[in-house]
């Protein structure tokens, strides 16, 4: 089996660090896209003193020359991707009547046009291969959350994205399948906590007190479900939605 390639977005910290770190440790090279490289010097780093190969690519998702270049980078560095995480994301929180076009654009720009750029540049390499895994960040506020017009819109967006690529992939051996985390503790929802006025860990107290699991979820968490949907054995999962919430969503 040849030794897989894959680019992992935001992938400087949070969710997409502990992907990109997972994915290093199960024998995969490792593209490590977020805005700058030098943002991406701790996961490279990470990667590299475990004994894996990465390499820190900067780039916009939303900006599709920047995309571009990342791809052609990683080829010429590690090899061609075959293997693409759309982790990147931000969130811009606000009841519709405050909600600014501006807030509305940036949130659909990074989550739903960045991950149709990337997948886009990748996946002519995946046809190539004839095999490729692609895996998306949605999230439970897909199913809706009050202040997240836009970012509800554009992680259900992401589900018909997937599955919508599992349907004209799937002949070329590629797989598409989302990922819909819960409340995962990262500097994303710590934002959050410190924008409504509440201590980071009374947040995450008020949250695991209503997850079946009883607690609040890692980016560990998500890191697993993601090596697992890569992985060589996954490759009749597709077209799904995985809540990885510590209780069913639907
Ligand atoms: P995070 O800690 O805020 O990390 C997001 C990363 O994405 C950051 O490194 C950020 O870079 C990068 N990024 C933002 N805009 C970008 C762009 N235009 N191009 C490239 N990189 C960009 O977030 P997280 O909590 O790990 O979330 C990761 C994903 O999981 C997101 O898609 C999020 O919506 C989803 N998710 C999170 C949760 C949760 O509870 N945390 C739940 C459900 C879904 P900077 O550091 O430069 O800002």
């Known amino acids: 089996m040849p030794q897989r390639v894959a680019i992992v977005s935001g992938a400087a910290r949070g969710i997409g660090a502990a992907i990109a770190t997972r994915l290093a440790a199960d024998g995969l090279r490792v593209g490590v896209l977020d805005l700058t490289a030098d943002h991406c010097a701790d996961t490279v780093r990470t990667i590299t003193a475990a004994g894996g190969q990465a390499v820190a690519l900067g780039a ?126 990262t500097d994303m929802t710590a934002a959050t906590a410190e924008r409504i006025g509440i201590p980071f860990e009374d947040y995450q107290a008020a949250a695991a007190a209503e997850i079946p699991v009883q607690r609040v979820g890692r980016p560990e968490d998500i890191a697993h479900t993601a090596s697992f949907l890569v992985s060589e054995g996954a490759g009749f999962v597709s077209g799904q939605v995985v809540y990885v919430a510590g209780g069913p969503k639907n």
């Not at 270049?69 to 990683?74: G, P, T, W, Y």
């Not at 960045?114 to 439970?140: C, E, K, P, Y």
């Open 60 to 185: 916009d998702v939303s900006d599709e020359a920047s995309v571009a270049a990342a791809v052609d980078l990683l080829d010429q560095e590690l090899g061609a991707p075959t293997v693409v995480v759309n982790n990147a994301g931000i969130t811009r929180d606000n009841l519709l009547f405050k909600m600014s076009v501006e807030d509305w654009d940036a949130v659909l720009g990074v989550h739903l046009r960045g991950a149709f750029l990337l997948t886009r540049a990748v996946q002519g390499h995946m046809i190539d291969a004839g095999w490729g895994r692609i895996v998306n960040l949605s999230s439970i506020s897909a199913l809706g959350n009050r202040g997240q017009t836009n970012y509800s819109a554009a992680k259900a967006g992401i589900q018909g994205f997937t599955k919508t690529l599992a349907i004209e992939l799937g002949k070329f051996g590629i797989t598409a399948n989302a990922i819909a985390p819960g409340f995962i503790a």
